[in-house]
Each structure stands twice: as C-alpha cells, then as structure tokens.
C-alpha cells in the first residue's frame, strides 16, 4: 500500500541514526544543563508526547482534528481536582484516572465525530473543544478563567518528582515508551487498517473492515495518550487553565506533526522541538526601527512552515533523509 507524498513511514538508515543521536543528547542534557533549560526540554518532550497523539489521528489515520487540546486540558485539571491543597496525590491512582478521564471524553466525543468526514470532521471537533473549553472558562467551580493551582507534584514513592532531574528522566521514559508503542502499533495490523483507512477508507470497507470502530479506537487511544501529555504538563507548571484547551494549542500541535513529517511518529518529536526552538528564535527577533519583529512571532512560523510544506512535504525528517540518502529501511 503506497503513502501519499507527505508520509515517511519508513525510518531511513540516516534519520534513525540522528534520531538516537537525539535521544543520546536528551539522556546527557540533565547533567550539563541549567535548571531553566532543563525546565524548557522537558516541556518540548511532553509536547512531542501531544505531537504524536495527534499525529496518530493526523498521520496515520488521515483524521484532521482542531479540538485534540481538549483532551491535553481535560488530564491536567483531573490531576488539579484529584490533587488536595495539603498533599500530593498518588501518581499510581492520579495518573491512571487522569488519562482514563481524557480516553472517556474522547470515546464520547468520538462516537459522534468519526461519522463525519472531512472538512464536517474539521468543524465538529472544533466545536466540542470549544464546548470544553467554555465550560472550565465559564464556570467557577472548575476554576473560572484563573485556573487552578497544584501545590505539590504527584507523589511516586520511588520517586522524588519534586527533583528537576527526576522528573526529567521520568518524562523521557513516557516519551520513549509512548513512541516505542506507537512505532509497534504502526506496524500491526490495527496500525496497516488504519493507514489504509486514509488512504481510501471506502476500499477498506469493501474489504471488510470496520472502519467506524477501527477511527474510534484510534481516537480514543489518541485523546489517552494526548491525556499523558497534558498530566505532565500540570504536574511540571503546577497550574492549570482553560488555554490549555484552546484552539492555539491544537494548531500548535497540527503544526508541530507538519514540521517534523507525518506518519512515523518520530518527525513529531522533531517538530516539537523544532516548533518550541523557532518560537523563541521569533519571539528574540530584534526591532527593526518602529516595527517589533519578535511580537509579530505567528507570522514569522506560519511564513517558515508554508515554505516548508512546499519545498520538503514530508517535513524536516523528509530534509534529513534527502540531505543524507541512503537504503531505505522497512519497519524498524
């Protein structure tokens, strides 16, 4: 079954060898780096984690979503309900209550949504976001627009998560765990079903297959995984807000999945990073007499990536496998 153009699917020699490189520098970073940069690697690594949720819908299953943040806000205020103002909470109960309550949002959601198609798809994950959005920002007793304070990190008994580097190391294993799965899934007959169903889903149904539970599984494991990400996002800031359901978070996430390349999970890592890097080279963009360069940082990144998409459609990891070519490898 051939991808479209704007797939890489198989990992060349080349970008897997960049690729541990990568994971090489992120396991040596915590002894070499400060405290604020730790901070900031950590929040590229749960980003990536959100990135390749997404791209699980976008990439592989070839479902565009615009409310993928709602399951990113929805772990991290369960985290803020279960933790009390006095201790921390259980990371073996919070955690596994927090993803299921994205994974339930996302099974309900999704029962309704992957009947649609296309740009009607588009629009009604829009508007349930929306929906979720509005009803933490509206209403008080969910915190209001002010959000909600987390007075301590979940509490891990082997683990002091309280510790930068700890929490550090914790969040890399979620990273590599989460793609080390996802790679598996990609390549198991779930994974090839739902890389058919974006290729041509009518044929799939021809087939046999059904392509409705096959879309809900894979948007519901999406809104889990989106759920991990948004825990360690409370669990790192130690505050959470209805922004974290905004409409800005899911097309940062979209565009993150287009910059590193979709379909392969890892050009989400890379897009993340990549994403996070280039918002703070714009935002540090000198003024240019009257007009402030780094406070106009969106039109600079939309400008990078619409280049992107038209000279390398398969993303940076595309770059990498053009830069370096080599013997293509097939699963990995």
């Not at 006095?86 to 099974?107: F, I, R």
């Not at 508007?127 to 969910?142: G, T």
Request: aromatic share 14%.
């Amino acid at each position: 079954m051939s991808a479209p153009q704007t797939h890489l699917e198989n990992l060349p020699r080349s970008v897997q060898f960049v690729l541990l490189l990568g994971l090489c520098a992120l396991l040596a970073f915590p002894f070499v780096g400060s405290n604020f940069y730790i901070d900031m690697v950590n929040r590229m690594m749960i980003l990536a984690i959100f990135a390749m949720s997404l791209d699980l819908l976008q990439g592989v299953t070839g479902l565009v979503s615009l409310g993928h943040a709602a399951y990113f806000g929805i772990a991290g205020y369960a985290l803020a309900f279960l933790t009390p103002q006095d201790t921390p909470v259980s990371l073996y109960t919070s955690l596994p209550l927090a993803v299921g309550a994205s994974a339930l949002a996302a099974l309900i959601i999704g029962f309704l949504v992957v009947r649609t198609h296309g740009i009607y798809f588009i629009m009604v994950t829009m508007a349930f976001a929306q929906m979720v959005f509005f009803a933490f920002f509206d209403n008080k007793a969910l915190g209001g627009s002010d959000g909600i304070f987390l007075n301590f990190k979940p509490d891990a008994v082997l683990l002091d998560l309280e510790n930068k580097q700890v929490f550090y190391f914790f969040t890399l294993a979620c990273l590599v765990g989460v793609y080390a799965f996802l790679r598996r899934l990609l390549w198991s007959p779930f994974g090839r079903a739902l890389a058919g169903i974006r290729v041509n889903e009518h044929r799939m149904r021809a087939l046999g297959f059904g392509t409705f539970s096959h879309k809900l599984a894979a948007f519901t494991l999406a809104g889990a995984l989106a759920g991990l990400a948004g825990y360690l996002w409370a669990a790192q800031s130690g505050f959470v807000n209805p922004e974290l359901m905004g409409f800005h978070m899911s097309a940062h996430a979209i565009m993150m999945v287009i910059l590193g390349g979709m379909g392969n999970f890892a050009g989400a890592i890379v897009g993340a990073f990549s994403f996070e890097y280039l918002l703070h080279i714009f935002k540090d963009l000198p003024d240019m007499g009257e007009f402030k360069t780094g406070k106009h940082w969106q039109m600079w990144m939309g400008l990078f990536i619409v280049a992107l998409i038209v000279f390398a459609p398969k993303g940076i990891l595309g770059l990498i496998h053009r830069a370096f070519p080599g013997k293509e490898n097939g699963h990995e």
